[in-house]
């Protein structure tokens, strides 16, 4: 809806800017684990097709000073290629600051090679359907051996069992994402949250986190 009916560049900037407030608020603090951690926002194809993208991008961190690395940029295959041009033109402006670019949702689109290929990525999500059920695991695989020769980082979406996290990170995948590891939370709870499950890693919990 707010694609449709224009809303989503006032609403994308506004997510992009309290993204970055929180990231740079919990490192002033020193708040560990968050302390270093990379905020992900996502972006959507009316976005990531604008130049403005790239200004919202940089205001924002200069207002709150947060370094570019501390902020990743997620965007969908679909979203790519509504535009190709202009979006391999605003990533790569984006990449340039040092801001970090992934792939979401990476399995699900029709031009999944070729999107690796021409657009300038740092990491690409593995789509939940690969790990649901009994797990597409030779696919999971198969792209974690990809990304390694191409120098990406892979993060397993969709984590919710041990077992999941246990064999997605067995086959090379890098970071896992589910309701295993948390569900979402206000930015006022998740400083515990993450004290807790880094807690929980260093004794040998499943995989890492994104």
């Known amino acids: 809806l707010a ?16 993204a970055v407030r929180h990231a740079a608020a919990w490192r002033r603090a020193g708040t560990p684990v968050l302390a270093g951690a990379m905020v992900g926002v996502n972006v959507s194809w009316r976005q990531v097709s604008q130049p403005t993208l790239v200004d919202e991008v940089v205001a924002a961190l ?14 969908t295959e679909s979203a790519l290629m509504e535009d190709c041009g202009r979006s391999r ?27 690796l290929r021409d657009f300038p990525l740092d990491s690409l999500k593995l789509d ?43 086959l090379g995948c890098d970071f896992g994402q589910g309701w295993l590891y948390c569900h979402p939370l206000p930015a006022a709870e998740l ?13 040998g919990g499943p995989a890492r986190v994104a």
């Open 3 to 18: 694609e449709e009916s224009g809303l989503i560049g006032d609403v994308g900037a506004w997510v992009l800017r309290e």
């Open 62 to 75: 200069d207002e709150h000073g947060l370094e570019p690395a501390a902020l990743c940029v997620e965007v």
């Open 89 to 115: 033109a605003t990533l790569r402006r984006l990449r340039a600051l040092g801001v970090r670019i992934s792939l979401d949702d990476f399995g699900t689109g029709h031009s999944s090679l070729s999107v």
């Open 128 to 170: 939940r359907s690969f790990l649901s059920g009994g797990g597409d695991w030779e696919i999971v695989e198969a792209v974690c051996r990809m990304a390694r020769s191409m120098e990406l980082r892979v993060v397993a979406e969709g984590i919710e069992e041990p077992r999941q996290a246990e064999r997605a990170a067995r």
């Open 191 to 203: 400083e515990a949250e993450v004290a807790r499950l880094a807690t929980a890693l260093r004794r």
